[in-house]
């Protein structure tokens, strides 16, 4: 089997994870790939028994890998997916962040996660993306967004205005700070602080929640995700803000921006046990109460 390793800077508290993972790969005589900025972090830290193959795009990880291994938080596992694209390569988010919703696999699970991954013994979930057209085209290439696309205002502290259209017809006009178009996977993100439902992952939908909404009678609304939506924006400094999970753009606000479904989805990997169900009552502490 051929595993690539992509990840961040994490805590030494971490170092001993790590390196078992390393050390039962190996043993297991699995081929490793390791992106070159996360080798780099990792070689003056770990130790590397055989060979090490390293990656730097897309493009060099295509129809190499059989599974990727994201070794940090959520943020991390999402720019993994630049890389992953549609090349179908299953993802396994190792959690060394903070709260982890679709990094779900903690520290001291690696061992029996690895031994599910070599046994196939796992389940598939298939996520939704977004993608985002624009007129100057403003991320090129790398248009998706596993969690969600926000449009936020920038450098001010007035409200931006966003007219918005569900299939060409016109929805609501938004004053507010912002607004967020996210996935079933995005809904225990940045919607879910905004207020926005949680979304069992593999429903049809897409939430559109507004962020600190000057109408008070104004709630997040969930879509079918065959929809297309159109956002036209003002500002007062005529320049705002898009941003694709974690990377953002300025934009001048007289450009109109279409977010719709993307044609591929990711693949995360479900170890046997780790289940959404289960993840958000642990990290959302549901049946903490003592009656329970």
Not at 123 to 139: A, G, P, Q, V
């Amino acid at each position: 089997m051929k595993i690539a390793l992509f990840g961040t800077n994490f805590s030494e508290n971490f170092n001993k994870y790590i390196q078992h993972l390393i050390n039962k790969l190996e043993a297991e005589n699995v081929k490793i790939y390791v992106e070159q900025f996360f080798y780099n972090y990792l070689e003056d830290r770990l130790r590397f028994k055989n060979d090490v193959f390293t990656f730097t795009n897309h493009d060099d990880l295509k129809n190499k890998a059989d599974v990727l291994f994201s070794i940090g938080g959520d943020g991390t596992l999402l720019n993994a997916v630049s890389y992953v694209r549609d090349s179908n390569i299953p993802i396994l988010g190792i959690n060394t962040g903070r709260l982890g919703f679709i990094s779900s696999v903690a520290p001291d699970q690696i061992d029996k996660a690895v031994n599910d991954v070599l046994a196939n013994n796992y389940n598939i979930n298939r996520r939704t993306l977004l993608t985002l057209s624009s007129t100057n085209n403003l991320f090129k290439n790398k248009n998706f967004a596993l969690n969600e696309v926000a449009v936020l205002k920038k450098d001010t502290s007035s409200m931006v205005k966003i007219d918005t259209f569900v299939d060409d017809e016109f929805l609501n006009t938004y004053w507010a700070d912002g607004l967020i178009i996210s996935t079933p996977t995005g809904s225990t993100g940045y919607s879910l602080s905004c207020g926005g439902p949680i979304i069992s992952p593999g429903t049809n939908n897409i939430i559109i929640t507004p962020i600190a909404p000057h109408n008070l009678n104004v709630r997040p609304i969930i879509i079918n995700d065959n929809s297309i939506i159109k956002l036209k924006v003002e500002d007062r400094d005529q320049l705002a803000l898009v941003a694709l999970d974690s990377c953002s753009r300025a934009f001048d606000s007289s450009e109109e921006l279409t977010i719709k479904k993307a044609n591929f989805r990711i693949n995360l990997i479900e170890p046997q046990g780790n289940t959404f169900t289960s993840t958000i009552r642990s990290k959302l502490m549901w049946g903490s109460d003592k009656r329970n």
